[in-house]
T-cell receptor, first 112, second 111 residues
Framework: KAGVTQTPRYLIKTRGQQVTLSCSPI?????VSWYQQTPGQGLQFLFE???????NKGNFPGRFSGRQFSNSRSEMNVSTLELGDSALYLC???????????FGNGTRLTVT | ELKVEQNPLFLSMQEGKNYTIYCNYS?????LYWYRQDPGKSLESLFV???NGAVKQEGRLMASLDTKARLSTLHITAAVHDLSATYFC???????????WGAGTKLIIKP
């Protein structure tokens, strides 16, 4: 089975721009969640989607948004980028409530 | 405040030794996860612990959960260099599809 696929792997953007990150979950997984990882703040939850519905959202500003499509693929968007948005963004999919989250390789975003 | 605390945050040890990483969390939870991350890589699932007294083992790693003490441990037996990595615990508090993560324990095992 193919794993979680995130594209692109690397992105360099300038302040004020916007960016869209993509995540394809493992086939059959309907839950997709997003996490931000930085050296200073560690791993922080962004959002979780199931069957196109956002079930929970982390404590991030409204510049961070996401969505899930009917095929369970998910995107997250960050508008008006700030230097502090530089991070590794990880997507994970899950088959059921008590199963592990399977993470993709992440998208490393650098904002200059 | 929802908090997950790991200790130690850094551990350097010799091959062949045993050690334990601790994960304390601040409120009730019905799921606790352990993950491994190698430098520059993503997160690899090690264990999912679902109930009080749960114990799981894989190779030289064994994880346990005490929900009454809000404590999980990851025990490393006879460490080998390949186990060098950063280990994270994460807790789903209040079953709201959101994992709260510990800061990670960076483990270095010297040959």
């Amino acid at each position: 089975k193919a794993g979680v696929t995130q594209t692109p792997r690397y992105l360099i953007k300038t302040r004020g721009q916007q960016v869209t990150l993509s995540c394809s979950p493992i086939s059959g997984h309907r839950s997709v969640s997003w996490y931000q990882q930085t050296p200073g703040q560690g791993l922080q939850f962004l959002f979780e989607y199931f069957s196109e519905t956002q079930r929970n959202k982390g404590n991030f500003p409204g510049r961070f948004s996401g969505r899930q499509f009917s095929n369970s693929r998910s995107e997250m968007n960050v508008s008006t980028l700030e230097l502090g948005d530089s991070a590794l963004y990880l997507c994970a999919s899950q088959s059921s409530y008590n199963s592990p989250l399977h993470f993709g390789n992440g998208t490393r975003l650098t904002v200059t | 405040e929802l908090k997950v605390e790991q200790n130690p945050l850094f551990l350097s040890m010799q091959e062949g030794k045993n050690y334990t990483i601790y994960c304390n969390y601040s409120t009730t939870s019905d799921r606790l996860y352990w993950y491994r991350q190698d430098p520059g890589k993503s997160l690899e699932s090690l264990f999912v612990l679902l109930s009080n007294g749960a114990v799981k083992q894989e190779g030289r790693l064994m994880a346990s959960l005490d929900t009454k003490a809000r404590l999980s441990t990851l025990h490393i037996t006879a460490a080998v260099h390949d186990l060098s990595a950063t280990y994270f615990c994460a807790v789903d508090m209040d079953s709201n599809y959101q994992l709260i993560w510990g800061a990670g324990t960076k483990l270095i095992i010297k040959p």
